[in-house]
Nanobody
Framework: QVQLVESGGGLVQAGGSLRLSCVAS????????MGWFRQAPGKEREFVAA????????YYADSVKGRFTISRENAKNTLFLQMNSLKPQDTAVYYC??????????????????????WGQGTQVTVSS
């Protein structure tokens, strides 16, 4: 059974930092694109960041560019999201996602929820002002 388990969320003041982790089990994703999405109360789930299987290519939503960094450690089947200079509008549940297929994903694809086949349960990030 494939599982993605996020951790690292919490309550932080504006301007602070958090590092999210997503550990995959049940299969390896070392040849697959992975991403982070988030969903705030009353809003749709939105793209945050994505990374190619090798880590060579990364993609970011404009709202987090320059503040968030996505990375991965394939040997540990783990995905990370370093979040700096957090703002109250970053408050949301953050979800890890993985593509089931070993294929290149282009910039327009990585932002779409339906391009990903596996999802974690999410971790809450709350940024106070």
């Amino acid at each position: 059974q494939v599982q993605l388990v996020e951790s690292g969320g919490g309550l932080v003041q504006a301007g602070g930092s958090l590092r999210l982790s997503c550990v995959a089990s049940g299969r390896t994703f070392s040849s697959n694109s992975m991403g982070w999405f988030r969903q705030a109360p009353g809003k749709e789930r939105e793209f945050v960041a994505a990374i190619s299987w090798s880590g060579r290519f990364t993609y970011y939503a404009d709202s987090v560019k320059g503040r968030f960094t996505i990375s991965r450690e394939n040997a540990k089947n783990t995905l990370f999201l370093q979040m700096n200079s957090l703002k109250p509008q970053d408050t949301a549940v953050y979800y890890c996602a993985a593509d089931a297929n070993s294929r290149p994903m282009y910039s327009d694809q990585v932002k779409k929820l339906n391009e990903y086949d596996f999802w974690g349960q999410g971790t809450q990030v709350t940024v106070s002002s």
